[in-house]
C-alpha cells in the first residue's frame, strides 16, 4: 500500500552537494519511521541516516556533520542534504519506511562523487 519515489540523485564533483527527496504515497494508517540506506558495488547495503520517534535522527559515523536527514508533511516526505561529498559516497541510495509489521524499499537512487 506505500510506494516510496527517491530522487535527486547524480553525478557531483567532491566537495559538492546534492540534496536527496523521497516521496511517500499509499494509505498511511500507522506510525512509522523513515531513512536512508546506501549500497556500494561490492558492498552491503548500510544505513545512512534515519529519522525516529518523530524528530529524533541517526547517521552513520562516516556521514556525521556532513549530510542531515528531514522530513515533512507528516513524514510523507523525506530529504537527505548531503554536503562535502566524497567518493567514497558514491552509491545507489535508497528510502526506507519502517513499519510496525512491515519495511517499505523505494527503488534507489544513483549517487556519484567523482571529478
Known amino acids: 500500500q506505500v510506494t516510496l519515489v527517491e530522487s535527486g540523485g547524480g553525478l557531483v564533483q567532491p566537495g559538492g552537494s546534492l540534496r536527496l527527496s523521497c516521496a511517500a504515497s499509499?494509505?498511511?494508517?500507522?506510525?512509522?519511521?523513515m531513512g536512508w540506506y546506501r549500497q556500494a558495488p561490492g558492498k552491503r547495503r548500510e544505513l545512512v541516516a534515519r529519522?525516529?520517534?518523530?524528530?529524533?535522527?541517526h547517521y552513520a559515523d562516516s556521514v556525521k556533520g556532513r549530510f542531515t536527514i528531514s522530513s515533512v508533511n507528516a513524514k510523507n516526505g523525506i530529504y537527505l542534504q548531503m554536503n562535502s561529498l566524497k567518493p567514497g559516497d558514491t552509491a545507489i541510495y535508497f528510502c526506507?519506511?519502517?513499519?510496525?509489521?512491515?519495511?517499505?524499499w523505494g527503488q534507489g537512487t544513483q549517487v556519484t562523487v567523482s571529478s
Open positions: 526506507n519506511a519502517d513499519f510496525p509489521t512491515h519495511d517499505y
Open positions: 499509499g494509505i498511511i494508517s500507522s506510525a512509522y519511521n
Open positions: 529519522i525516529f520517534d518523530g524528530s529524533n535522527t
